[in-house]
């Protein structure tokens, strides 16, 4: 029983070495090799409807043991738990670290009454995090959460449902009011599409106008003054280009840190609207801060707000995020504790392209 218990644990230094890319007789790279094998897969009982949930699991030996972090990664808004490199991120920095980590499924694409934020998408992230303490020892002041597009609206929306998991929180351009995000997509405009609309209603049953409480339910903007009441660390980072090179204007993100933020460090709808319809932000929010590490010059932050316990971070990019960035700010993070944005010596990394 015990054997059978801690199965997910152990993995096999081939399971690791899966993270590089194959190479052939000549050196060359061939085809790129997924970021870790199948016998990471688990299946999980949801607690409020009973069904077995897809996962990705994994603890190092040591969680036998010792309490170590736990890192909940997650997928992207259109795909499910299959596409794997969703997860390599938050994956591949546990195996280096020591941490555990949990791939939930969440319902899969946003496209169906369960997932979009449901009820049950909800839950299944709440089982996934409980799953990992049934089978390793795992260090509840140090249980985080992080992920990008639908991931960061998800992240978001566990950071105000369940304020109570998280030592930190990262979300990476976030969706965070769907009323809003389905009007921006029926727009006529560069990186938008009716696609994401209709999935939100399927999701949600209609359209804003018809079902507007389910779109207020599943909005993390509808929960993150619970967030911010309970301190709950929180890193934000968009591209400044997201809403034209990519399905997301950046005031989804903006709004999430102005909810979580104090007043006086808020950024007003004119400025949002400005930075959206240009691409740019005005001289007088311009950031002009220390150096960080995981930025550059070819990446440079644009935009830098830091209240309360949130990081908002505007960047030269696209549809994107900075894993590297947010994982390094998960580290520092310790529960019951004000948030720890101390910058490194170093870093490294740069933009990850998010699917959508």
């Not at 998991?165 to 921006?184: E, M, Q, S, Y």
């Not at 968009?238 to 709004?255: F, L």
């Not at 932000?281 to 990446?299: E, H, I, M, Q």
């Given at each position: 029983m015990k054997t059978n218990k801690m199965r997910a644990i152990a993995v096999s230094a081939a399971c690791a070495a899966m993270?590089?890319?194959?190479?052939?007789?000549?050196?060359?790279?061939?085809?790129?090799?997924?970021?870790?094998?199948?016998?990471?897969?688990?299946?999980?009982?949801?607690?409020?409807?009973?069904?077995?949930?897809?996962?990705?699991?994994?603890?190092?030996?040591?969680?036998?043991?010792?309490?170590?972090p736990l890192v909940v990664g997650l997928h992207t808004w259109s795909p499910d738990y299959r596409l794997k490199s969703n997860y390599a991120p938050a994956f591949e920095y546990a195996r280096k670290n020591g941490w555990a980590m949990v791939g939930p499924n969440f319902r899969g694409p946003n496209k169906t009454p369960p997932a979009c934020g449901g009820d049950q998408a909800v839950q299944d992230i709440v089982d996934a995090v409980n799953y990992a303490k049934a089978h390793a020892k795992i260090d509840e002041k140090r249980v985080y959460i992080i992920g990008g597009s639908g991931g960061g609206h998800m992240t978001l929306l566990m950071a105000g449902r369940h304020p109570?998991?998280?030592?930190?929180?990262?979300?990476?351009?976030?969706?965070?009011?769907?009323?809003?995000?389905?009007?921006?997509?029926?727009?006529?405009?560069?990186?938008?599409?009716?696609?994401?609309?209709?999935?939100?209603?399927?999701?949600?049953?209609?359209?804003?106008?018809?079902?507007?409480?389910?779109?207020?339910?599943?909005?993390?903007?509808?929960?993150?003054?619970?967030?911010a009441k309970a301190n709950v660390p929180v890193y934000i980072a968009t591209g400044i280009h997201d809403g034209w090179k990519g399905s997301v204007p950046v005031g989804h993100a903006i709004r999430a840190f102005n909810m979580l933020a104090s007043e006086k460090d808020r950024i007003s709808e004119d400025d949002i609207a400005k930075i959206e319809a240009n691409q740019k932000v005005p001289a007088a929010l311009a950031y002009n801060g220390p150096d960080d590490p995981f930025y550059n010059s070819r990446k440079r932050i644009h935009l830098r707000r830091t209240s309360r316990n949130v990081r908002f971070t505007l960047f030269e990019g696209g549809h994107s995020g900075n894993y590297s960035a947010g994982l390094d700010f998960l580290s520092r993070q310790i529960k019951g504790r004000p948030a720890d944005f101390t910058l490194p010596a170093e870093g490294g990394g740069g933009e990850d392209s998010l699917t959508k």
């Amino acid at each position: 029983m015990k054997t059978n218990k801690m199965r997910a644990i152990a993995v096999s230094a081939a399971c690791a070495a899966m993270a590089a890319c194959a190479v052939d007789v000549k050196g060359a790279r061939s085809k790129k090799q997924e970021p870790f094998g199948d016998e990471l897969l688990v299946h999980v009982k949801s607690s409020l409807d009973g069904t077995m949930q897809p996962c990705w699991f994994w603890a190092p030996e040591k969680a036998k043991s010792e309490a170590v972090p736990l890192v909940v990664g997650l997928h992207t808004w259109s795909p499910d738990y299959r596409l794997k490199s969703n997860y390599a991120p938050a994956f591949e920095y546990a195996r280096k670290n020591g941490w555990a980590m949990v791939g939930p499924n969440f319902r899969g694409p946003n496209k169906t009454p369960p997932a979009c934020g449901g009820d049950q998408a909800v839950q299944d992230i709440v089982d996934a995090v409980n799953y990992a303490k049934a089978h390793a020892k795992i260090d509840e002041k140090r249980v985080y959460i992080i992920g990008g597009s639908g991931g960061g609206h998800m992240t978001l929306l566990m950071a105000g449902r369940h304020p109570e998991i998280w030592a930190g929180c990262v979300a990476f351009c976030p969706i965070t009011d769907l009323a809003r995000w389905h009007a921006d997509s029926m727009l006529k405009h560069p990186g938008r599409g009716k696609g994401y609309a209709k999935m939100m209603e399927g999701a949600c049953g209609g359209t804003p106008a018809e079902k507007p409480d389910e779109y207020r339910h599943r909005s993390p903007l509808t929960w993150l003054d619970r967030a911010a009441k309970a301190n709950v660390p929180v890193y934000i980072a968009t591209g400044i280009h997201d809403g034209w090179k990519g399905s997301v204007p950046v005031g989804h993100a903006i709004r999430a840190f102005n909810m979580l933020a104090s007043e006086k460090d808020r950024i007003s709808e004119d400025d949002i609207a400005k930075i959206e319809a240009n691409q740019k932000v005005p001289a007088a929010l311009a950031y002009n801060g220390p150096d960080d590490p995981f930025y550059n010059s070819r990446k440079r932050i644009h935009l830098r707000r830091t209240s309360r316990n949130v990081r908002f971070t505007l960047f030269e990019g696209g549809h994107s995020g900075n894993y590297s960035a947010g994982l390094d700010f998960l580290s520092r993070q310790i529960k019951g504790r004000p948030a720890d944005f101390t910058l490194p010596a170093e870093g490294g990394g740069g933009e990850d392209s998010l699917t959508k």
